[in-house]
């Protein structure tokens, strides 16, 4: 006994249609024995009105959503959403609810079969799957088992067109594939070129069983190739400019890894080739630097690890940089740069020749310093710019300054207005200042000052190289009192 009734019988419905009432809720409330048929083998146990419509609305669209009760009376019959369907659908509206009645065109028998009524459902997806493998943008074809080519869609077809093949037969398969068939699934890179528009068109191409043969895709990598090509390129460009720098590089990935250095680090750290392409990671390589005592040996080797960390993180901060000063006497500066994507790069550098000259001009100017301060006469050097560049410990004690202090990169107007409070009127000082500051012709010239106490004082003025000038005084001569060690009042007062 079929757990809904029976729709009485009506003169208007066909025998050979499946019909249905609904009630204006929703409710089934008969079918025929057809219709009872067809909802018992879709395991549909008395279906109310959305059930109903969620099972045909795959071919029947224009289903209504609900059972409207004030909707307009009348029969609207609906075909199917694909022409390969052979059934409609009348839905009659009445004062107590719906009546639904399927029926086939009359040449096509009825049929209350679940499976084909799923198979007809899914009718319209297959048309969908049609257009979007005949529409998809990339080759897709059926190898047959005899190798030839069954199915293929339109983006196959043009490329079919366009592509002379190597072989010269028109018939052979676009896509050469060697033992693609002894590993399906997996994807074979194919070059094609395309002699019409000088051109190579890149391909992976993957395969799938289906039935006696093969269903392939082929997706255009054309943009990777060049992508890859292009990185290549760039890689082995960066090898040559690297390769001829003289400063030691060794750049590790994110994973601290060495990826890549130059022969320069080689000579500079002494370190293995076969140990570097072995591509160890940073605290390896750093280990093999103190093993080779190519960096500072660490005060505490148990705080070793720590303190390659702490290189690491200044090192991606762009904060590091360091000098080692190397026992067998030579300097590197290393220092450490943060790269794209938490990769670091550490610079080593022979600094060796210029700290060598760094420190041979710092004992030459110690030297010429206290040639100077050994010097009776008082000297100042300054600059185009009318800055004070240099002075002795005479030139300091005239000045009544302090040493380093008061008189470092003072102007000419500063200090001649110091020299001219320490000595009487003369109109000597404003011709320094002109002379200093380039307003009169450069040629070496003196006068005769007197300090305050009258003692007199010797003022020579000459020209030095890059515009600058040196400005010397002098006492003129001693009194008897005063010949000892001491130096004269003149420039101690």
């Known amino acids: 006994m079929r757990p809904f009734p029976k729709a009485t019988s009506n003169p208007q ?22 219709g009872a048929d067809l909802l018992a083998d879709l395991g549909l146990a008395f279906p109310n009105w959305d059930q109903f419509r969620t099972q045909f609305a795959n071919r ?5 959503f609900d059972l409207d ?27 107590k609810g719906v009546t639904i009645c399927l029926r086939t065109d009359g040449t096509t028998a009825l049929s209350t ?16 799957i049609r257009a979007v493998s005949e529409h998809a943008p990339f080759p897709v074809w059926l190898t047959l088992p005899d190798g030839g080519i069954g199915w293929s869609n339109e983006r196959y077809k043009t490329l079919d ?17 060697p033992d693609a068939g002894s590993e399906p699934n997996k994807a074979v890179r194919v070059s094609l070129k395309d002699n019409a528009h000088n051109r190579t068109y890149w391909f992976d191409v993957s395969r799938t069983a289906f039935k006696d043969g093969f269903l392939n895709f082929a997706v255009d990598i054309h943009a990777v190739v060049n992508a890859e090509s292009a990185q290549r390129n760039f890689v082995q460009t960066l090898a040559k400019t690297f390769a001829h720098l003289a400063t030691g590089l060794a750049i590790f990935d994110r994973n601290r890894q060495l990826v890549l250095f130059n022969p320069s680090l080689i000579d500079l750290t002494e370190l293995r080739p076969d140990f570097l392409t072995a591509r160890p990671n940073l605290f ?8 080779n005592q190519v960096m500072p040996e660490p005060k ?27 026992p067998n006497g030579l300097t590197y500066r290393v220092t450490g740069r943060p790269h794209p994507d938490g990769a670091i790069a550490f610079l080593f550098e022979d600094i060796s020749a210029e700290i060598s000259l ?19 006469e008082g000297i100042a050097i300054f600059n185009a710019a009318g800055v004070l560049q240099q002075s002795n410990r005479a030139m300091v004690e005239f000045s009544g300054l302090d040493e380093g202090g008061q008189i470092n990169q003072m102007t000419v107007h500063d200090i001649t207005r110091v020299w001219q409070a320490r000595c009487r009127p003369s109109p000597a000082w404003g011709e320094v200042r002109d002379f200093i500051c380039g307003e009169t012709e450069r040629e070496t010239w003196n006068t005769e000052l007197r300090s305050k106490d009258g003692h007199p004082v010797k003022l020579q003025v000459s020209p030095l190289a890059s515009g600058a000038t040196l400005v010397t005084v002098s006492q003129v001569a001693l009194a008897p009192a005063m010949q000892s060690k001491k130096r004269s009042p003149t420039f101690a007062a």
């Open 113 to 128: 079969d679940g499976d084909l009524h799923i198979a007809l459902s899914s009718l319209n997806d297959l048309d969908l």
């Open 284 to 291: 390896s390589f750093f280990d093999q630097l103190r093993d």
């Open 60 to 64: 029947f669209p224009d289903l209504p």
């Open 13 to 34: 419905i066909s025998p050979q249609s499946l019909s249905f009432d609904f009630d204006l809720s929703g409710e089934l409330i008969a079918s025929n024995e057809l």
């Open 358 to 376: 760094t420190r041979r001009f710092r004992a030459e100017a110690d030297v010429t310093r206290s040639a100077l301060d050994a010097l009776d």
């Open 161 to 177: 067109a366009q592509i002379v093949r190597s072989s010269g037969d028109p018939l052979a398969p676009l896509f050469q594939m």
């Open 69 to 95: 009760g004030d909707a307009k009376l009348g029969i609207i019959v609906l075909t199917s959403s694909s022409i390969a369907d052979p059934m409609e659908l009348e839905f009659e509206r009445h004062k």
């Open 300 to 326: 505490n080797y148990a705080n070793w690890r720590e303190r390659i960390a702490d290189v690491v993180t200044a090192a991606s901060d762009d904060n590091f940089s360091e000098i080692w000063h190397l």
